[in-house]
């Protein structure tokens, strides 16, 4: 009989201990892919150098398979889940297949770059930030530093949304206080709810890349409101977030 009673408590135990594997083991392995290629030479002149750095977490519970998915889905751009080396593949033939497009037959020769390195911080480890900054240059008088974030939760594996943190009415009280804080500058009106944002311990913070609000000579344009100033706006759940 006590065996028994041993045996049910494991069985009940289990998925409540996969459920919160997030939250109580912090010890979570990543490795990192980085390939780089120099020189490649096109009919047309082109001359592409290309280098990029993929850190990805390699653990395999659900939820950080999930996580992985999702990242190598965003860094690659590739439309439905699919091994690394299928998305490493897509990537790089799409590099080159936008140069040859690009490129008129009688273009004068050209260097051209295309860089990008991802990174990641987990908050209270609850929340897995994922980060891209690249550099890109195709010609002109300048090339583009876009950066893009993406938060994940870590004890469901989901991405985590504007939506997942604040209800409608709330998330137009967000924008107010962005274009608050945006005060006095000529693009505060051209402001609009990202979701390029990260989560940090103490609050959130947003990221307009150049060109989508501002010039390219105003750089990023970020905006951070502290937790005090938006926690009674938060979510139930999306509170727990910024919690020890």
């Known amino acids: ?15 409540i201990l996969n459920r919160s594997y997030a939250q109580n083991n912090p010890v979570i392995s990543f490795d990192t892919l980085i390939v780089e290629k120099y020189g490649q030479t096109f009919k047309n002149g082109v001359i592409l150098d290309f280098s990029y750095q993929f850190v990805y977490p390699t653990n395999d519970v659900p939820e950080i398979k999930r996580i992985r998915e999702q ?37 004068a020769i050209s260097h051209q770059y295309h860089n990008e390195y991802s990174g990641i911080t987990i908050n209270y480890d609850k ?43 709330n998330k137009d009280k967000i924008l107010t206080m962005i274009k608050h804080e945006l005060m006095g500058k000529y693009y505060q009106e051209k402001a609009y709810l990202t979701e390029n944002f990260l989560l940090l311990p103490k609050g959130i913070r947003f990221v307009y890349n150049p060109y989508q609000i501002a010039s390219y000579g105003d750089g990023h344009i970020v ?11 938060l979510k139930p759940h999306a509170l727990t977030y910024f919690e020890e």
């Open 1 to 15: 009989m006590k065996n028994c009673i041993l045996i049910l408590i494991a069985l009940v135990s289990m998925p």
């Open 71 to 107: 990242m190598i889905q965003s860094f690659f751009g590739v439309e439905f889940p699919m091994s690394l080396e299928q998305a490493q593949q897509h990537y790089e033939e799409t590099i080159f297949h936008q140069e040859y497009a690009s490129q008129d037959s009688d273009a």
């Open 127 to 169: 929340v897995l930030v994922f980060y891209t900054k690249s550099y890109v240059f195709w010609g002109g008088m300048h090339g583009l530093e876009p950066c893009q974030y993406t938060c994940f939760d870590l004890q469901t594996g989901g991405k985590i949304t504007l939506q997942d943190l604040f209800s409608n009415a």
């Open 223 to 233: 905006v951070t409101l502290p937790l005090s100033k938006i926690r009674h706006l």
